[in-house]
Nanobody, 122 residues
Framework: QLQASGGGLVQPGGSLRLSCAAS????????MSWVRQAPGKEHEFVAG????????YHADSVKGRFTISSDNAKNTVYLQMNSLKPEDTAVYYC?????????????????WGQGTLVTVSS
């Protein structure tokens, strides 16, 4: 089970940190990603991390602004979001792939959190 939290309302240029905590299983061989869905749009890959080795991947649209990280001891993945823009407004989901591969296509993630809403508006 994945539990995402940390969303909210923030002004353009502001920051938020999302958290995704796992229970009932550990991530030791998984890949974890953040995926978002804006109103009326498809799911979009945002960032991913390979639990083994910690290699990270970020979508071009968020590079330099968002950073994914993990805390193995807490079985938690984070998404630090800086310099937020109105177009970042979406429901953000954490997703897990047991294969350990960070997929850009959201079709391959087996486990999903419930989503947390991020609204960027003045």
């Amino acid at each position: 089970q994945l539990q995402a939290s940390g969303g909210g309302l923030v002004q353009p240029g502001g920051s938020l940190r999302l958290s995704c905590a796992a229970s009932e299983f550990t991530f030791s061989t998984y890949a974890m990603s953040w995926v978002r869905q804006a109103p009326g749009k498809e799911h979009e890959f945002v960032a991913g991390i390979r639990w083994s080795g910690g290699r990270t991947y970020h979508a071009d649209s968020v590079k330099g602004r968002f950073t994914i990280s993990s805390d193995n001891a807490k079985n938690t993945v984070y998404l630090q979001m800086n310099s937020l823009k109105p177009e970042d407004t979406a429901v953000y989901y954490c997703a897990a792939a047991p294969s350990g591969v960070v997929y850009v296509s959201t079709d391959y993630y087996q486990y999903w959190g419930q989503g947390t809403l991020v609204t960027v508006s003045s």
